[in-house]
C-alpha cells in the first residue's frame, strides 16, 4: 500500500489556558515566536460543521519549529474541543497531514478502511462553489491514538485574517 501522507505538517495540541501554555513552550522548551488566532462567527460567518450550520469557537497559537507547525488550541465555548478536553485533559489531540489523494477521496478510504466518518469535517460557505477554508478531523482515535486533520488544498480563494504575533 502506497502512503496517502506526503509530509507531517502540524501538531495539535488542546490545552486550558493558550497564555500559560504559551509561556511553558518559550520558558522551558524555547519555541517562538506565536502568532495568536481567535477563530469565531467574525472570521467564518457562515461556517458548515458536519453540513450543519456551526461554530468552532477557538483561540489557537501557531509555532514553526522543526520543520513543522505546532497548534496549541483553547476551547472559547461548548464545542466538541471543549468536551474532548473536559474528557481527555489537555494533551496532543492531532496531527496535520498534506495528502497525496484528493481530499474527499481520503475521507471516503478511511470510511471504507476502518468505518469511521469524520470527528468533524468543517468547510466555510461563503457562496463561492469550491472556495473558502475545508478540513476534516480523520477519526482514527481507536486504531493509532489521535486524529488526523486533512485540509481540501485544491480550493481556490485566499483565508484572510488578522494575526496577532508575541
Known amino acids: 500500500m502506497q502512503p496517502k501522507f506526503t509530509h507531517l505538517m ?14 511553558h513552550y518559550e ?36 509555532c514553526q519549529c522543526f520543520g513543522m507547525e505546532i497548534e496549541l488550541i483553547q476551547p472559547v465555548s ?25 481530499f474527499g477521496q481520503v475521507i471516503r478510504d478511511v470510511k471504507e478502511r476502518f468505518g469511521n466518518k469524520p470527528w468533524i469535517h468543517a468547510k466555510e460557505d461563503n457562496g463561492k462553489d469550491g472556495e473558502g477554508m475545508e478540513f476534516a478531523y480523520l477519526d482514527l482515535a481507536e486504531e493509532m491514538g489521535l486524529y488526523v486533520e486533512i485540509y481540501n488544498e485544491a480550493r481556490t480563494g485566499g483565508l484572510p485574517y488578522e494575526t496577532t504575533e508575541r
Request: overall charge negative.
Open 27 to 62: 520558558e522551558f522548551l524555547g519555541f517562538g515566536p506565536w502568532k495568536i488566532i481567535e477563530f469565531g462567527p467574525e472570521m467564518f460567518p457562515k461556517m458548515l460543521v458536519d453540513g450543519k450550520p456551526g461554530m468552532l469557537e477557538i483561540r489557537c497559537a501557531f
Open 10 to 23: 502540524q501538531l495539535g495540541i488542546l490545552v486550558k489556558d493558550l497564555e500559560k501554555a504559551i509561556k
Open 78 to 102: 461548548d464545542s466538541v474541543y471543549k468536551t474532548w478536553l473536559e474528557e481527555h485533559g489537555p494533551g496532543l489531540h492531532h496531527i496535520a497531514v498534506r495528502t497525496k489523494d484528493q
